[in-house]
């Protein structure tokens, strides 16, 4: 994990863990590392998904992203937002049985 951060010539000033994850944040804005499972993300890739968040940096054990803080957000245009994401991710990622 410390090699994602020295990779990138990170400074932390906080270390939080959210659940299994660890949220960092550095002179560089916030990230959160999380155990690899980079397979998930490569496949939504690979189907043109691009509404994920941006991958920084990876090894062979961890993925670190970059995380966003706080975003006003009104609950029913969230909502509105939640449905359309969801149908974009079953339309790019679902195919006809044959």
Same mark, same amino acid.
């Given at each position: 994990? *410390? =090699?994602?951060?020295?990779?990138?010539? %990170?400074?932390?000033?906080?270390?939080?863990?959210?659940? =299994? *994850? %660890?949220?960092?944040?550095?002179?560089?804005g916030s990230?959160?590392?999380?155990? *690899?499972?980079?397979?998930? #993300?490569?496949?939504? %890739?690979?189907?043109?998904?691009? #509404?994920? $968040?941006?991958?920084?940096?990876? *090894?062979?054990?961890?993925s670190m #992203?970059?995380?966003?803080?706080?975003?006003?957000?009104? =609950?029913?245009?969230?909502?509105?937002?939640?449905?359309?994401?969801?149908?974009?991710?079953?339309?790019?990622?679902?195919? $006809?049985?044959?």
């Amino acid at each position: 994990m *410390n =090699d994602l951060i020295n990779d990138n010539e %990170l400074l932390v000033s906080k270390y939080t863990l959210i659940g =299994d *994850n %660890l949220k960092i944040d550095t002179n560089k804005g916030s990230f959160i590392i999380k155990k *690899n499972k980079t397979e998930n #993300y490569d496949f939504l %890739l690979s189907r043109d998904f691009s #509404y994920l $968040p941006n991958l920084i940096s990876k *090894n062979d054990k961890y993925s670190m #992203y970059e995380f966003i803080d706080n975003i006003v957000y009104d =609950d029913n245009l969230r909502a509105i937002d939640f449905i359309h994401l969801l149908s974009l991710m079953h339309a790019k990622t679902s195919y $006809p049985r044959q």
